[in-house]
């Protein structure tokens, strides 16, 4: 009879372990289920292009590069030009772009030419330019402010899309256009202030509240985007940009002319056909014979004959 007692005492510590783990095991599989379920149900809301082009996250990037972020920021930044490229092609949104530049730089903040060549990317891709796309590239260039603060190329890329770029793309109405155009004098200001800047900067900075100022501005910087660019398509559409503002530029010295020439026309004898003003010069008048300085002819006596 003990014998038996004992026997059922070990068997039920032999089984009260393996039914706590098969209880734990049948919650474990539930709680994977659910979580299953909920990941699925998450995963059928991503865009259909986010199992391909989704990055996990900057921290996780420099772990997994085993100390060579460097390498790593080569890489994204490649892969980015393929999308950028690919997208460009295809007439797309590009709007993972900005997450792999930024990713890119996180990697390497000393990696230069993504600021440049990456704002321009962000701006220039073939799509409608809208404020967004342009806040956007502006974050990349704030972040190329703090790890080159001397170059003065980063600042005035930043100040064209303040003082021009945001305000043309945006709705004549928007609220922030005030605030983006006085933020771009004074980024252009300071970099006018750079060591080594160019010279035109600094007639720019003093010219660029006026409308032709503001338009050599934009052929400034449109020429800098088009050297920086890395795609043909890209430099496409900057260069229709370039074009169309020369054209402006070149019709508003025309029209200053034109009218240059007709208020010298009516200054002088608009009675008469216009080429007479040009031949016969001012208009003599007796005010004019009054104010000219008077010239005497020396006295010149003749030999007689």
């Known amino acids: 009879m003990s014998s038996s007692i004992a026997f059922r005492n070990s068997a039920g510590r032999r089984l009260g372990p393996a039914l706590a783990l098969g209880l734990l095991l049948l919650v474990l599989s539930i709680v994977a289920g659910l979580c299953q379920s909920r990941a699925n149900a998450l995963h059928?809301?991503?865009?259909?292009?986010?199992?391909?082009?989704?990055?996990?996250?900057?921290?996780?990037?420099?772990?997994?590069?085993?100390?060579?972020?460097?390498?790593?920021?080569?890489?994204?930044?490649?892969?980015?030009?393929?999308?950028?490229?690919?997208?460009?092609?295809?007439?797309?949104?590009?709007?993972?772009?900005?997450?792999?530049?930024?990713?890119?730089?996180?990697?390497?903040?000393?990696?230069?030419?993504?600021?440049?060549?990456?704002?321009?990317?962000l701006v220039y891709n073939g799509q409608r330019i809208v404020p967004d796309m342009v806040l956007?590239?502006?974050?990349?260039?704030?972040?190329?402010?703090?790890?080159?603060?001397?170059?003065?190329?980063?600042?005035?890329?930043?100040?064209?899309?303040?003082?021009?770029?945001?305000?043309?793309?945006?709705?004549?109405?928007?609220?922030?256009?005030?605030?983006?155009?006085?933020?771009?004098?004074?980024?252009?200001?300071?970099?006018?202030?750079?060591?080594?800047?160019?010279?035109?900067?600094?007639?720019l900075v003093a010219s660029m509240l006026t409308k032709q100022g503001s338009q050599e501005l934009a052929v400034r910087h449109l020429e800098q985007a088009y050297a920086v660019s890395t795609s043909e398509e890209a430099r496409t559409q900057i260069r229709e940009k370039l074009l169309q503002l020369r054209g402006s530029q070149v019709v508003q010295d025309l029209a200053e002319r034109q009218r240059e020439f007709q208020s010298l026309v009516e200054n002088r004898y608009p009675e008469f056909p216009e080429a007479f003003s040009l031949v016969i010069g001012p208009r003599i008048t007796s005010n004019s014979l009054l104010t000219a300085p008077f010239r005497a002819t020396p006295f010149r006596a003749e030999a007689p004959p």
Do not use: C
């Open 44 to 121: 059928d809301r991503w865009p259909p292009e986010a199992d391909t082009f989704y990055l996990p996250p900057s921290r996780i990037l420099k772990l997994a590069s085993l100390g060579h972020s460097e390498l790593a920021a080569d890489l994204i930044h490649s892969r980015a030009n393929v999308y950028f490229g690919t997208q460009l092609h295809a007439r797309l949104p590009t709007k993972w772009l900005a997450r792999y530049l930024l990713a890119a730089i996180d990697l390497d903040p000393q990696f230069r030419r993504l600021y440049l060549a990456g704002a321009a990317m």
């Open 136 to 203: 956007a590239a502006n974050t990349v260039l704030e972040r190329g402010r703090q790890a080159f603060p001397f170059d003065w190329e980063i600042p005035f890329q930043l100040g064209f899309n303040l003082l021009y770029e945001l305000p043309m793309d945006a709705t004549p109405d928007d609220p922030r256009i005030p605030g983006w155009r006085q933020q771009g004098v004074e980024v252009l200001r300071q970099t006018a202030l750079y060591e080594g800047v160019p010279f035109f900067i600094s007639n």
